[in-house]
């Protein structure tokens, strides 16, 4: 097995994300009055910086299901994304979950194999860091990315400019869309305010059009809902508006899998689905692979246990930490 890529097919899952995401839009009227009237305490979510030997943050956590909970609901409380609550509960319905049931809060992640300095969003975990390595913390978002054909640009960029209460302008190519889908034309701009999906805040990438931007819609976050800009919630774009300064390095990566021999002792890996499966340039979902690369053969060594450890994993990505051995 180490010495192959693995095939994955993959149109089940695409299918699947994009139903909920259809689902989740048109949820229904109780949710929605909840998810507006209900007040959440979302903050920023602050680790100190593992030893020079480890990328370990954070701890796994359980939640235990009450009447009147929904993943939605659940993911912002936690200030966690709903696809990656979903990803890790695969057999839980995220919709009407029962009582009584535990479901794995996925609040520990390894740390990138980057620079920690500035911002990174690593588009397979919609998430973002914001490091301080000056201050030993970083900080950690869920993150809404450009969905299937509007993706996220992968770039080396930085924050040039901060705005409040930003003007929405949508593009020429958004308002063609939506002539298309709607047979109207669309608002050339709109103000700040509740139907604004800029949010209250924004922050430009460079010289680019792609903004890191709060939005009216909490349920966009976590999921792959955008024209290719970066969404927060309410709470966490104000944060980075008020504690980002101009110029901040911003790297956005997609990087599926981590690795860390944890203080030399303990061998953990974290795998998520790579956004790249299903949009290659000839649409063939059915051809995309999960490419195992060579320095996962090295870290995951030749023991076959630790392998068969992980097919499932790779099969289908949880995108949870598992200790090879346990």
């Known amino acids: 097995m180490p010495c192959i890529i693995i095939k994955k097919i993959v149109a089940k899952r695409n299918i699947i994300v ?15 009055l909840n998810l507006l009237f209900v007040s959440y305490s979302i ?26 909970d929904y993943f939605q609901k659940i993911s912002v409380h936690y200030n966690v994304g709903f696809l990656a609550l ?35 969003v690593i588009l397979p975990e919609l998430r973002m860091y914001y490091f301080l390595p000056q201050e030993n913390k970083v900080h950690v ?18 924050i040039s400019n901060k705005r409040k209460n930003p003007t929405w302008r949508p593009t020429q190519e958004m308002r063609r869309r939506y002539f298309e889908k709607h047979g109207k034309e669309m608002a ?4 700040a305010g509740p ?16 903004l890191i931007h709060g939005t ?21 774009i104000k944060w980075l508006f008020d504690n ?18 944890e203080n030399g002792q303990r061998q953990l890996i974290e795998i998520h689905s790579p956004l790249s499966i299903g949009e290659d340039k000839t649409n063939d979902k059915e051809s995309a692979t999960t490419v195992i690369t060579q320095a996962v053969k090295s870290f995951v060594g030749k023991k076959e246990s630790y392998w068969q450890q992980l097919a499932p994993m790779i099969e289908k990505p949880q995108g949870l930490i598992v200790e090879l051995g346990k």
């Open 18 to 32: 994009n139903s909920l995401t259809v689902i989740l839009i048109n949820f229904t009227c109780v949710v929605l």
């Open 43 to 68: 903050q920023a979510t602050e680790y100190q910086l593992p030893s020079k030997n480890a990328r370990l943050i954070g701890e796994q956590k359980t939640h235990k299901i009450v009447k009147g």
């Open 86 to 120: 979903l990803a890790a509960n695969p057999n839980i319905d995220p919709f009407l979950p029962e009582p009584g049931t535990s479901i794995i809060i996925p609040s520990a992640m390894l740390l990138p194999f980057i620079k920690h300095e500035g911002i990174v």
């Open 141 to 158: 978002f869920p993150v809404g990315i450009g969905k299937q054909g509007l993706a996220t640009p992968k770039v080396t960029s930085y």
């Open 188 to 191: 050339l701009e709109i103000q």
């Open 195 to 210: 139907d604004n999906p800029f949010g209250k805040y924004a922050l430009r990438l460079g010289n680019s059009e792609y």
């Open 216 to 236: 009216n819609q909490r349920f966009g976050i976590g999921m792959r809902a955008s024209s290719g800009c970066i969404r927060l919630f309410d709470d966490d």
């Open 244 to 261: 980002v300064p101009l110029n901040t390095k911003v790297r956005i990566i997609e990087q599926p899998i981590k690795m860390s021999y």
